[in-house]
């Protein structure tokens, strides 16, 4: 892995001042419009006579990514990359896809638009790689897909649930990977609906596609529940007007779709209110060992690590994959053993993890495109092999040519000491008016890897 930084890729949490931290998730910051459920066109009438195999040799395949390894957006997210670099390096040792090693050449763009231009740009003209994989984030990746669906090249499974990477009429090489935030909103909609039909619920929302997405979602079932709704606007790390007009209007309930220095935030901001909602935050929001260690940031030493994860027992939030904890799913084994072998020497983390399932994902896509692969094969491939892909997620794949949406659902969950407590099966839907139904293949006995750890 090559890679383009002026700092240590592996920062993990480090003490920032409350004020200058702007930690945005995967997935987060940004004022465009989205993509909606694309049109019926679909991509594979334009993109399966695209033959061109940039980055492709008979031994190898070059790919790139854009990922926040410095700056303000680096704690936590930092991690992804090594997370996916371990899991490759796992599969070339088994001898690589169809003898093709895969050489994954990542870029820090620190979370800024500009440089994202830059770096892509790099890849693409100068490096030569088949595609872009795994760009993380909203206002970042949004800088660069209309060029690389422009040039026809292919760009896959974004780090982010914004629904603007599901438009395969206009951005036909565009995949998107994760839950998308308005799938994520209607499942908790219905959960707060279901089982607390008499809260009064609060949004508390990043001004943005993030909070405007979920918002979307969540107001397809609890619209008459909703008594007041807050957008933080990200960079400004004052929440308490949002969380104070939130207590105003006699919130009991907060759903929280932001990122996770605004759950910290948030959090400390209620404390100093002497406010006691129930508080409910997007998957995005929510990783109990990264906001914990937030809080004794911004409480500058006030509160540890330990305590800061303690207070964040009783928060619901979803999830769709095994998370570290659970260190008897045969998934967390693989991503154990794979880590062990080609880690950093550091404690697997969620965001490794994360790492790890998009680039299983990517080498299935390998798979299901042959030997002969171009850049409109694998495009191809992954619109009519999609929804039977198998991996770590709880819900299947929403790809096909009229859909280039991730995975289709989560859990929810509930956090009890240093775990996630499932409330709820799976459960999975589209956008608009689509059912949510739980998942039939949920808990299915032969969800676990293959033996060797590489897709069939």
Known sequence: MRISRSRPLRMGVVAVAGASLLLTACGDSS????????????????TSGNTDATGVTDSAIKIGTHQPLTGVAAPGYSDIAPGAQAYYDFVNAAGGINGRQIEFEVRDDTYNPTTTGTVVNEL???????????????????AVIDQLNQDEVPDLFVSSGALAWDNPEENPYTFGWQPDYEVEGKIIGQYIAENFPDAKVGLYLQGDDLGRDGATGLKRYIEDQIVAEQEYTSGNTNVAPQIGALQAAGADLIVGFNTPAYTALSQLVAQQLNFKPQWFYSNVALDPQLVGGLLANFSDGKVTPEAGVALLNGLYTTKYFATVDETGDPWVQLWQRVWEAHGDGTPLTNFNVYGMAQAYTFVQSLVAAGDDLTRGSIVAAIEENGTSFEGPAYAPFDYSAESHRGISGVQVVQIEGASLNELTPTLITDGGDAEIQEDAADGADDDAPPASGIPE
Do not use: K, M, R, W
Not at 130 to 141: A, E, N, R, S, W
């Open 31 to 46: 004022d465009s419009s989205s993509g909606g459920d694309g049109g019926s066109g679909g991509a594979s009438g334009e």
């Open 124 to 142: 693409v003209l100068q490096e030569q790689v088949f595609g872009i994989v795994h760009g993380l984030g909203t206002p970042t990746h949004s």
